[in-house]
């Protein structure tokens, strides 16, 4: 007689076989794309363009949750930015390095980064850097559970992207400032109720 489980039990481990396959064929790809990146760099022209790339692939390494290889990208980037006197790609360096630290869990120098990075692109007027790094800042408040200052510059974030019309970072913002607002009425509630 057919029992429904004798047909999941086939079907669950074909989409788990099938689901591993593409990981390991996605990583492998990814990982012949990191080579030939890695390649193209040693022999890139010391230039900005290098600063972007390095600044890019130092990210993604980031996003990989690469965080060690990702710092030395960035750290490259940086310190080449520095050299050609490149504002721009020094305050993205600082920002990629700050979205690093923070995912390492060391919030100062996630902070000492950021603003950093704000303070190049406030020299810049870089409005839409300005929000980004604004938006970093307040990611680590977050993280902190500082909700008040969290929430303060969820609201400085958000007058950017306004005065930008931005709407989708308008709309990422405001969906923020409400988990913002909860955690800090849900602190005050758990606070009343220990008193």
Excluded at 113 to 131: Q, R, Y
Aim: negative net charge.
């Amino acid at each position: 007689m057919f029992h429904e489980t004798d047909f999941i039990l086939p079907l669950h481990f074909n989409f788990s076989l099938s689901t591993f396959a593409q990981k390991n064929f996605k990583n492998s790809e990814r990982n012949r794309t990191f080579d030939s990146l890695e390649l193209l760099l040693k022999n890139a022209k010391e230039d900005t363009n290098k600063v972007i790339a390095l600044n890019q692939v130092g990210r993604e390494m980031s996003f990989l949750a690469e965080y060690n290889k990702g710092f030395e990208y960035v750290e490259k980037a940086k310190k080449l930015a520095e050299i050609l006197k490149y504002k721009k790609g020094l305050a993205v360096s600082y920002e990629n390095l700050g979205y690093i630290y923070l995912n390492r869990g060391d919030f100062p120098k996630a902070l000492e980064s950021d603003f950093a990075a704000l303070e190049i692109e406030e020299a810049l007027n870089d409005k839409n850097l300005i929000g980004k790094s604004i938006g970093d800042i307040e990611s680590v408040y977050f993280n902190q559970l500082d909700f008040k200052k969290s929430l303060e510059y969820n609201f400085k974030a958000l007058k950017i992207w306004e005065e930008l019309l931005s709407e989708a970072e308008r709309k990422n913002n405001l969906s923020e400032i409400g988990q913002n607002k909860n955690r800090i009425a849900g602190s005050l509630l758990t606070y009343w109720h220990c008193v």
